[in-house]
């Protein structure tokens, strides 16, 4: 595949501290509209991470972005992103190889969520997690704030053995209830991934679509040998790292289906 993903630079994001469920991270806000909170992916506000940032703005949202790991607009390199993950696996606050988990992070973000709802227009706001953060967005939505959710190859837990590869990357009790919401108040999710992600295999995305059946849309990209969007096997990051802004490319096509969907779920009419 040629060409580049998008990027961009910490100009003209602010940023401040916010402490929720006993934990403080900084936050960087930036932009008008209803609330989306964005989370980064490892191994953290990279160029990329900005690049989707920053089209969400351009398309009418207040983002927020919470640095739960990494240095903020520092460029992506394989030493980087694997000493990173190294640090994340043995984390209390993300449990990376823990089943039926209930994350710490989750309640930070819950809180983050609610704190951006009071003060953006629109009945609620949206959530995205990416890869390592992808099943994050999943467990804010047991919050009734969060009116649209997005999972984009969620990787966590690790998928080590058959139980991690099924696992949801939350707990059954916060997975109920968020089966519960999408009957009583309509929630809907949105989930991606590539179709030989080895990190977010196939069986994590049939979990749920069990549990929250046509709630879940489900976003397949091909990346088996030959494909037409001349994805590699080792494609992973569908609406950043994989994206290319040429008119017909399936990344920047499920990009467009994201920024719909939120729009569909955050602004009334």
């Given at each position: 595949?040629?060409?580049?993903?998008?990027?961009?630079?910490?100009?003209?994001?602010?940023?401040?501290?916010?402490?929720?469920?006993?934990?403080?991270?900084?936050?960087?806000?930036?932009?008008?509209?209803?609330?989306?909170?964005?989370?980064?992916?490892?191994?953290?506000?990279?160029?990329?991470?900005?690049?989707?940032?920053?089209h969400?703005?351009?398309?009418?949202?207040?983002?927020v972005?919470p640095?739960?790991?990494?240095?903020?607009?520092?460029?992506?390199?394989?030493?980087?992103?694997?000493?990173t993950?190294?640090?994340?696996?043995?984390?209390?606050?993300?449990?990376?190889?823990?089943?039926?988990?209930?994350?710490?992070?989750?309640?930070?973000?819950?809180?983050?969520?609610?704190?951006?709802?009071?003060?953006?227009?629109?009945?609620g706001?949206?959530?995205?997690?990416?890869?390592?953060?992808?099943?994050?967005?999943?467990?804010?939505?047991?919050?009734?704030?969060?009116?649209?959710?997005v999972?984009?190859?969620?990787?966590?837990?690790?998928?080590?053995?058959?139980a991690?590869?099924?696992?949801?990357g939350?707990?059954?009790?916060?997975?109920?209830?968020?089966?519960?919401?999408t009957?009583?108040?309509?929630?809907?999710?949105?989930?991606?991934?590539?179709?030989?992600?080895?990190?977010?295999?196939?069986d994590?995305?049939?979990?749920?679509?069990?549990r929250?059946?046509?709630a879940?849309?489900?976003?397949?990209?091909?990346?088996?040998?030959?494909?037409?969007?001349?994805?590699?096997?080792?494609?992973?990051?569908?609406?950043?790292?994989?994206?290319?802004?040429?008119?017909?490319?399936p990344?920047?096509?499920?990009?467009?289906?994201?920024?719909?969907?939120?729009?569909?779920?955050?602004?009334?009419?």
């Amino acid at each position: 595949m040629t060409g580049s993903a998008p990027t961009s630079e910490l100009s003209g994001w602010k940023s401040a501290p916010f402490t929720g469920a006993g934990i403080t991270h900084d936050v960087y806000e930036k932009g008008d509209g209803p609330g989306v909170v964005l989370v980064p992916e490892v191994p953290g506000i990279s160029p990329e991470v900005l690049g989707l940032a920053d089209h969400l703005v351009e398309q009418g949202f207040t983002v927020v972005i919470p640095s739960l790991f990494g240095t903020p607009g520092r460029p992506v390199t394989g030493p980087y992103s694997a000493g990173t993950i190294a640090r994340l696996c043995v984390s209390a606050e993300f449990r990376a190889f823990a089943t039926n988990a209930h994350r710490p992070v989750a309640d930070y973000l819950r809180e983050l969520a609610r704190d951006l709802a009071a003060r953006t227009p629109g009945p609620g706001v949206g959530v995205i997690g990416m890869c390592f953060t992808g099943g994050f967005a999943l467990a804010t939505a047991v919050d009734e704030v969060v009116l649209a959710s997005v999972l984009s190859q969620p990787a966590v837990p690790f998928p080590v053995g058959g139980a991690r590869r099924r696992d949801p990357g939350l707990s059954q009790d916060e997975l109920a209830t968020v089966a519960d919401r999408t009957t009583a108040s309509g929630l809907c999710l949105l989930g991606l991934r590539f179709s030989a992600d080895r990190m977010c295999p196939p069986d994590r995305f049939a979990t749920l679509r069990e549990r929250l059946g046509d709630a879940f849309e489900i976003i397949e990209l091909d990346s088996s040998p030959g494909n037409a969007g001349g994805f590699g096997r080792a494609a992973h990051s569908v609406l950043t790292a994989e994206v290319r802004e040429e008119p017909g490319h399936p990344a920047l096509a499920a990009r467009e289906r994201v920024v719909e969907f939120l729009r569909e779920r955050l602004i009334p009419g």
